[in-house]
Structure formats: structure tokens, C-alpha cells
């Protein structure tokens, strides 16, 4: 059987400094050039600092165990670091180029080791298609990878069909309850049930569990803050948003679905409404990660809260437009500390309690950063996560890894989460089209 050998790129070490140990196929190898990138980014303060100072430690702790160039024994192999010969490297490619010497890496690997299979480990695209076109043997990493495929990610509400008495039963306040042989619900999942004799007659309820009757939903009529839900999924969105046992809220939705607004107006009602001593919720904190998280907010002028502004002028935009003219007493609120601009950089090391928290644009955090937030969470603390998976602007993330997904599908069988994905824009007519056309 040929020996194997893992050629390493920085965006995998970067994403799991835990990779050199949970690859199995053979031996490692780390080009010289990747621990000179990796120096870049260690003093970064969100993950990917994270991950370069921590596998820059692991590695000096493998030096106790023999040389780096000559190779240090792991479980099920040896990591060595090997640096390239840039004659190996086409004319066509730029020898200067991070990527390239890299690439000039492995090939000095494949011509010392005809024996054996050399792999190219990358999550750069277009690494990958150099590797392809120069006959190198490459392939993804995707430890991080939560769902196999987005479309089957979870959506919070499924459809029932069932017989008159039942929705007649629901509408009358009456205690009915699913089969667990007849459907399959997780808790908190909305439940749209459907007359098999009439499509057009529907109830619209939440399930709690099996040993408990189905919840028929609030329309909310009279609104929230002012706000009116617009669609069935809104309307679902508020029933999570206003629900004091239910502490994590998710929601995701396309650009102008309503995500943001709904969360801050229900994050308003419950801190300043007349329902606010319901749920003794103190302050509504607004935040969203920076990109990248923690660097260029040091570069913009002011204090923290004037260093945000930028990052979270969609949250003020809809603050404004709850608030509608009075604009004094949003100062107010926010002079008062009721209403909290918030850097992602500085939720380390606080403990949350009494708050409605709203973290808009998850989408571009890693599952170490939301982690880190949602262990933040103290008690009598409602967190709402917002964001659309399709429109992520972190690098080393997709729709299948980012932390907004991770926690959607790993808290979904959780009686304290809640999730709905909104699927028709609101904002506009415009911005519905563009989101469809563009």
C-alpha cells in the first residue's frame, strides 16, 4: 500500500489548528511558507488569531518530540516541515506568489517521493484548480462542514394534514395533540395543519412535545411596537421573538425579509412596552461581527460605540424607523445604557444577564465565535441570532459552515431554541426583485 502525504495549506490551519491530529491518512507536511503566513495573522482577535497562535504553540510543543525538518511522530504518522525548490515550479507562475510556493512545496514532495501519494490539502478554490491543472492530487476540508447539502437545512415549520374536527378543535381552544408515529416535529417547530377535504382551511400552531397540546399562534394583529407581521413566517418569528421561555431565538431570510426589525421591535415591546415587566428584560444590546472581527474597527475615529456606528447602521436605520421621529428618546436610551451598540470584539469575558441580545449578520461567524456569545448568556437573557446564509462575506466560510447554521442544526431538538426561515422580502418591490433577479 503507497504511503500517503498531506500537504497542508495556511486557510486549513487557520480554519482547524486541531487538523494535524484528526488527519489520519498519513504522514503531514507543512510548507515553510505557511508558517510565515500564519506569523501574519496572529495577533488577529477573532478566530482565525484564534487558530494561528494556537497551532503555532502546538507545533512548538511537537519540537520536544525531534526535529520539524526531520519529522515528529504523530499518531498515525509523522508532521515535518519542508520547504520547496522554486526549479520545480512552472515559468507560467509566479514564484513570489504565497500560493505558488506552496504548489512549488508539494511537486518537490511528489519528485522526492515517487513512492508514494502526495495530497494537497486546501480550502482555496482556485488552489485547488491550480493543483488540478498541474497534475497535483488535491482535496477540501471540511471538518467544519455542519450539513451535508443547505437544502436540508432546518427550516422550523413543516405542513400536517389532518381531518376538520382537528382545526375546528384548534380554533376552539380545544387541547389536541400530534402522534409521533404520524409525523416527525422537534420542539418549537411551527406546524401549518391542513383539512385533507379542503386545502383552503389551515391552523397555523407551535409544537412543545408529544405530552403537550399544540399551541395555536397569535396573529398579532394589533402589532409589535407598531410592527404587523406581513406573512405566516413573520408572524412565527414574533410568536419565538415574544416568548419569555424561549431564550434562543434564530432567523433566517433573505435581504428585506424582515429578520432585523422584527428582532428589535420585539427586543423594544419587551424592554420598554407595556409587556415589559412580563419579561424583565433590562436592555436591548445590538451587535454584528465586523470584518474581519476585531482589525478594522481600530482604524475608524471616536469612541467604541462611534467605531460601530459604521458596521451597524442597518440596526440604526430600523431603530429609527421603530422610533419613528422621536429621536431623543433613542438618545436617551442609549445615553442611559437601555440600548447597547456593542462590539463582537469586547463580548469576551462578559457575562449578560437580563438583556434581549441581538446579533445581526451570524452568518459571518465562525462556530468558535458564536460559542463564544452564547456562553455570554446569562440568566433571564433572550439571544436572537439574524442572518442570510447566502450572502456570507467571510472567507473561510460557506453556507454549510458558518456559525449560524451550526447552532440552527445543532439546537434544533432543544425545547429552550426556536428557528424560522423567512422566505418572502418585505422591504420592497424592488428589493424582492433584486434578491429574485440579480
Known amino acids: 500500500m503507497n504511503k500517503k502525504i498531506l500537504v497542508l495549506d495556511t486557510n486549513v490551519l487557520l480554519t482547524d489548528s486541531n487538523c494535524i491530529f484528526s488527519l489520519n491518512d498519513g504522514d503531514i507536511a507543512i510548507p515553510l511558507k505557511v508558517l510565515d503566513e500564519i506569523d501574519k495573522h496572529k495577533k488577529r482577535q477573532d478566530s482565525v488569531g484564534v487558530h494561528a497562535r494556537s497551532i503555532i504553540r502546538k507545533l512548538d510543543e511537537l519540537r520536544e518530540q525531534g526535529n520539524l525538518f526531520e519529522g515528529v511522530p504523530l499518531d498515525n504518522g509523522n508532521l515535518f516541515v519542508k520547504g520547496f525548490d522554486p526549479f520545480k515550479l512552472p515559468d507560467d507562475l509566479d514564484i513570489e506568489n504565497p500560493d505558488n510556493q506552496i504548489i512549488a512545496t508539494a511537486l518537490s514532495l511528489i519528485e522526492e517521493n515517487k513512492e508514494s501519494t502526495v495530497t494537497l490539502i486546501s480550502r482555496d478554490i482556485n488552489m485547488r484548480v491550480k493543483c488540478d491543472a498541474l497534475g497535483i492530487e488535491c482535496a477540501d476540508y471540511s471538518s467544519d462542514q455542519v450539513i451535508d447539502d443547505i437544502d436540508v437545512l432546518y427550516a422550523g415549520i413543516t405542513e400536517h394534514l389532518v381531518d376538520d374536527q382537528t382545526i375546528d378543535s384548534i380554533y376552539k381552544d380545544e387541547a389536541v395533540f400530534l402522534d409521533e408515529d404520524e409525523i416527525s416535529v422537534e420542539p418549537n417547530q411551527f406546524v401549518m395543519m391542513i383539512s385533507n377535504s379542503n386545502d383552503k382551511k389551515t391552523a397555523l400552531v407551535r409544537f412543545l412535545n408529544y405530552n403537550s397540546p399544540l399551541k395555536k399562534i397569535d396573529s398579532y394583529k394589533k402589532g409589535i411596537w407598531g410592527v404587523r407581521p406581513k406573512n405566516k413566517e413573520q408572524n412565527f418569528a414574533l410568536d419565538l421573538l415574544m416568548n419569555p421561555d424561549i431564550p434562543l431565538v434564530t432567523i ?187
Open 252 to 438: 433566517i431570510g433573505k435581504a428585506g425579509s424582515g429578520k432585523t426589525l422584527l428582532a428589535l421591535a420585539a427586543g423594544l415591546q419587551q424592554c420598554f412596552g407595556a409587556t415589559a415587566n412580563d419579561c424583565n428584560y433590562s436592555r436591548v444590546i445590538v451587535t454584528k461581527p465586523v470584518e474581519p472581527v476585531g482589525k478594522d474597527i481600530g482604524f475608524l475615529p471616536g469612541s467604541m460605540e462611534e467605531k460601530m456606528l459604521p458596521w451597524l447602521a442597518p440596526i440604526q436605520d430600523n431603530l429609527k424607523n421603530l422610533m419613528g421621529n422621536d429621536k431623543i428618546t433613542l438618545d436617551m436610551y442609549i445615553d442611559e445604557g437601555k440600548i447597547e451598540i456593542e462590539a463582537m470584539t469586547f463580548i469576551r469575558g462578559r457575562s449578560i444577564a437580563n438583556a434581549f441580545i441581538i446579533i445581526d449578520e451570524a452568518q459571518n461567524m465562525t462556530k468558535h465565535e458564536i460559542k463564544t456569545v452564547l456562553t455570554r448568556v446569562g440568566e433571564g437573557t433572550k439571544i436572537v441570532l439574524t442572518g442570510d446564509i447566502e450572502q456570507i462575506d467571510n472567507v473561510y466560510l460557506d453556507e454549510t459552515t458558518n456559525g449560524l447554521t451550526y447552532v440552527i442544526d445543532r439546537f434544533k431538538e432543544q425545547s429552550s431554541s426556536g428557528h424560522i426561515t423567512l422566505v418572502k422580502g418585505e422591504r420592497s418591490k424592488i428589493a424582492t426583485l433584486a434578491s429574485k433577479l440579480l
